[in-house]
Structures are given as C-alpha cells and as structure tokens.
C-alpha cells in the first residue's frame, strides 16, 4: 500500500467565496502515483468546506444567498459563541456544506461524472488556510 | 490491497425520489471479495445524493416536505442558475443529504447498525443516473 | 494491509448533547498500531451524527438553537414519521450534522488542524448508542 498527503494553502480577500481546487487535488493524484485507492480531500479549517458541485457561477450566487438565509451572519450578536469573535456563522454554514469529500481513483484519475468538481468554500476568509490532500491505494 | 469499482444506474420517473439501494451496494461487496476495507458509495451527478437513513416512508414524506421548506423548486426565477435549466434546488438540497457515504467493511459485511440502510436521493430525475460504488481492502 | 475496528459506546441522559469524542478515537488509533491510512468514524445509529468542529460551549449552544430552528421536535404531530415514535426531527438533524467523518492518518497521528475536533451528536439520547471507529492502512 503507499500513501501520500499534501496541505494546500489559500487565502481569500473576502469573507467568503468559492474556490475550484480540482486542479491542485489532480496535481496531488500525479504526484502520488498511485492508480487504485481512495483519495480523501478535507478543509483543515471548521470554517471552511470542502465540496463536489457545478463550476457555474450562478449556483455559487445562489449558494451564497442561500446559506446567508439558512445562518445570516448578522447580527452577529444573535450567537453564543460571538464572544470575541463574530464568525458563528461560517461553522454552521460549513455544516451545511460539509467538511470533506472522498474520492475514487481509479487508473490514476479521480473517478468522477460529467459535472463533478471540487471546491473549496471559505465562510470566515481574509487569512490563509489549509486543505489536506491524502490519497491510499496502489 | 485490492481494489474494486462499478457504477450503478437508477432512472427515477418523478422529479424527486428516494430509493433504497443497499441490496446493490451488498452485491457488489460480494462481488469485490473484500473482507476488510472501506467500501465509498457517492451519487456522479450534482443533483442527487448517498445517504444513510431509515428505510420508513413516513419519515422519506417528512424528508421531502423538509428539503422542499429549507430549498424550495419554485418559484424557479428565484435562483440565478435557473436561466436555461430549473434545477437549481436540486443542487441545493443535495448538500444538505450529502453526496457520499463511507461504508466499514468488517468480515466481507457492511458494519451497520441495526436500522442504517443506503439511499440514492434523486432531485432532479426523469433521466438515467449514475451511482459509484468503490471498494478498497483485502 | 492493516484493518482495525472498534464500536465505542455512548449513553446520553438527555434528549440533545455533542460529546467531544477525540481522546476516544485517538485511543482506537494506537492500537490500531496503523501508522498511515484513512479512519472513519461514524454514528451506529440514525438519529445521531459524527462530525468534526470546534469545542466551545458557546458554538454548541448555537448549534442546538439553529438545529431546532430547522428541524424542530415540536409539535411532533407535524411529521409524518411520527406515529409510534416522536424523534422524526433527530433524522433531519443528523443529515444536517452528517453520519460520519474521513480522518487522514500520517505518521500515527490523526492529521488535523489547529482546532479540529470530533464530536459525536446525539439527537434521541435517554438510551445506549453506538459509535464506529475503523481505520486500515499499514
């Protein structure tokens, strides 16, 4: 069995936005030589996420608005957890996105549908940021 | 290690469906001979989900009602990504089922609890889709 | 290849409680004795989540309050789920929570950020649950 992993770095100017990482997490696949496994992607962050969605901007629009309806981040002083800091918001929003996804490789390639990309969702930005990359397999 | 895929197809008629595909998943698990591993089972479209849950139709009308409040299909103008398609809800409710399950796999078995079985969530269906099992172990 | 398992068990007395779990899971991790790989560690049952966030009383509270906004348990007649039992809402919870988190393994240790940790949520406690940790790799 190998094994591999890399922690990429991003730094968002915005409080939040959507990020295409599938590139860098196909760059990673490459790097590890591995064909058969399973390739784990996760937001070293708990308010950040990452996902597998369309790469339509629209649908980031809707996302954005949606998820500010779902957990608005103002008034900030609505959350317990805003003591001194005001991005309560941003770890339920990442709930509802999710922390992870688990890809299948298979003959050196992420196995995905037609539309699978991978992104990552930054909720509380303005500062770098990790996302961990590990692959197992063969 | 070994290694193991198939895609499997589900066709939905309605718009919207859940349906229990743990048999399937069950059936490639035997066909992989994998006794010990990590069994991944995710939806390739970005409008459906994996998910584990009950398999109790009261609950599926309360799951439907839900995802129809906190995502609702119309009015369809609402979202940005409706301009030529109407599925923008679809993408939405699917993050908050998930598009993926990890499943253990202890002595060639899926490592259930007693009630969890496997679901594929369609939310956007009327056309043939595709569900990824992939199986990693020994 | 290496596999290991273990079913940890948590009894919560009330209804609704996050439980911070790492110490639990790191305790699986090395007698595992795995030094690289992947772990999944996931709820046994259905009303129930594992999950991966922040431990600070202050953002729990925030969790209970905006879950029971999306979901709420009263009146329990409005589920359809609910006819000899009244934990329909602890479904709807726990998809938002999610049933399960990927932890990469590298070098024996969890690989994590700064503030990561796992919790298991319980949504119909009063009684003895399950909780599935099993990691392979070598």
Known sequence: MKSYFKELH???????AFINITHDVERCLQESGIKEGLL???????TASVFIN?????????????????????????????????????????Q????????????GKLHFGTWEQIFYGEFDGKRKKRVL???IGE
Chains 1, 2, 3 share one sequence.
């Open 54 to 94: 369309d790469d339509e901007s629209g649908l980031h629009h809707d996302y954005e608005v949606w998820l500010e309806r779902l957990a608005p981040h103002a008034p900030t002083h609505q959350y317990a957890h805003n003591g001194y800091e005001d991005n309560a918001d941003a770890h339920l929003k990442r």
């Open 40 to 46: 784990l992607c996760n937001a070293m962050h708990i």
């Open 96 to 107: 509802v996105m999710g922390r992870e996804v688990v890809v299948a490789v298979t003959e």
């Open 133 to 135: 990359v590990k692959i």
């Open 10 to 16: 991003y730094e968002v100017p915005a409080r939040r």
